[in-house]
């Protein structure tokens, strides 16, 4: 009997362990920027994402003529950074070493990442820009501020002369290329006045509570640059969403304190869904006799 007990009892254990791999190897649902996984589906395709749907302070968003303009008072302490390059599907993004940052109302956020889109995400007056870039920051406490930097059609950005020539085709894991660097600082324009407003991830899951700085002076690409991520993704960009009862800020306001760490298509733990569904699917493995045993087990101790 004893032996009956342990062995199904292992078995059990093997199958918890199968079921919880499959559940963590899985991540979240597939999401894209077209048909039935796009933009306009992503607050049904999980819980997890329902935001995407609900939320009231989204983004990207249109920002119009009459949006209040911040003067140059942003602090970036930006150093140069190898070129951490991966291609996750959904944009190039390139993972930044440790060391820069950005000052936002007194608080240091250090720069984690700097992704594309394109077109633009955030249109001015309704027109897009031909591309945008995000920069990326989460300071001490999570809160999440990001810089986006319009992209226009023009001379060839030095800058980004290596993101752009060392781009993966196909969906990759980070690697750093050997001799490349990136310096952030180089990607700004020499005007840095901008447009602040409280919006959310332009991704899945759509967390709010992001700071958003979009600087109002665009940055130029070469058609060449553009061509080359074009041929990687036609169109990997959110449409504008409602600015709902939100409007823009001067850095003296007080913004909504952010709750996540933006990733564009990482994978997220499993939910609380997932697990309740494992922890059913394991009772259904016990079955009644297993049931039985384990009550017994426990009355006899």
């Given at each position: 009997m004893r032996r009956a007990l342990v062995y199904r009892l292992l078995v059990t254990l093997v199958l918890v362990l199968s079921l919880a791999s499959v559940a963590l190897a899985e991540g979240p649902p597939h999401w894209t920027y077209e048909g039935k996984e796009g933009p306009e589906f992503w607050g049904s395709l999980s819980q997890d994402y329902a935001l995407c749907s609900t939320g009231k302070?989204?983004?990207?968003?249109?920002?119009?003529a009459s949006a209040v303009t911040n003067p140059a008072d942003l602090t970036f302490r930006y150093q140069p950074s190898k070129l951490n390059i991966l291609n996750n599907g959904h944009t190039i993004?390139?993972?930044?070493d440790a060391g820069s940052s950005l000052v936002v109302d007194g608080v240091t956020y250090n720069l984690a990442q700097f992704h594309f889109h394109l077109p633009s995400e955030h249109t001015l007056t309704a027109k897009p820009y031909d591309m945008e870039l995000h920069l990326v920051h989460q300071n001490a406490q999570?809160?999440?501020?990001?810089?986006?930097?319009?992209?226009?059609s023009g001379a060839e950005?030095?800058?980004?002369?290596?993101?752009?020539?060392?781009?993966?085709?196909?969906?990759?894991?980070?690697?750093?290329?050997?001799?490349?660097?990136?310096?952030?600082?180089?990607?700004l324009p020499a005007?840095?006045?901008y447009w602040r407003y409280n919006g959310s991830l332009t991704t899945p899951p759509c967390s709010e509570g992001v700071k958003w700085h979009v600087l109002t002076t665009p940055v130029e690409v070469s058609p060449a640059q553009i061509a080359a991520y074009k041929s990687l993704f036609t169109d990997d960009h959110r449409p504008v969403q409602p600015l709902n009862a939100r409007?823009?800020?001067?850095?003296?306001?007080?913004?909504?304190?952010?709750?996540?760490?933006?990733?564009?298509?990482?994978?997220?733990?499993?939910?609380?869904?997932d697990m309740l569904i494992l922890l059913g699917l394991?009772?259904?493995?016990?079955?009644?006799?297993?049931?039985?045993?384990?009550?017994?087990?426990?009355?006899?101790?």
């Open positions: 302070q989204q983004s990207p968003v249109d920002i119009p993004q390139a993972a930044y999570g809160g999440l501020a990001v810089v986006g930097i319009m992209l226009k950005n030095k800058a980004l002369a290596s993101v752009f020539a060392n781009a993966p085709k196909q969906e990759t894991a980070v690697m750093t290329v050997p001799n490349a660097t990136v310096n952030a600082a180089d990607f005007t840095r006045t409007s823009f800020l001067l850095a003296s306001q007080v913004a909504a304190a952010p709750q996540a760490m933006p990733t564009t298509g990482a994978a997220q733990p499993a939910s609380a869904r394991v009772c259904l493995s016990l079955g009644l006799g297993g049931y039985t045993i384990v009550r017994r087990r426990i009355r006899e101790n």
